[in-house]
């Protein structure tokens, strides 16, 4: 169920939101990068991944997810769970004037698949980027390289 603007933004100033993030790895082993195009972490390289819904099961969530963030349904046997992460961010979707606080399950998925292919609504350009590479670089969101430190 998706909520009225005014009430998703009191509800995001009030709350943390649930979400699920993807770490793609290809065969090579890299890591599946999209740069984002909407707040919060706009104009950073970051993980696929969105917010679960309310009355959403993990697993309608998960294939939801995947679906519109990968072009490709997987469900929740697709992929290893992680382990929960906790991301802050000093804006939100709408603007400066409130932050966002997520609860995050984090996901590994192998899968490859064509960067051409990939659904351009949440992220303007992707790349497959190596753990190296990623955890080097100042255009990779902080939250994002979290997930590589285990």
Known sequence: MR???????TVVESTPLVSIDLMIRNQQAQVLLG???NRPAQGYWFVPGGRILKDETFESA?????KVELGK?????DAQFLGPYEHHYDDNFSGTCFSTHYVVLGYEV?????ISDLPREQ??????????????SDLVHQNTKDYFFR
């Open 123 to 136: 992220h303007g350009d992707y790349r497959w980027w190596s753990v190296e590479e990623l955890l080097g």
């Open 73 to 77: 349904k997987l469900t929740l046997d």
């Open 62 to 66: 998960f294939q939801r997810l995947t």
């Open 110 to 114: 192998v899968l490859d698949i064509e």
């Open 3 to 9: 909520l009225e603007l005014d009430t998703f933004k």
């Open 35 to 37: 740069k984002r195009t």
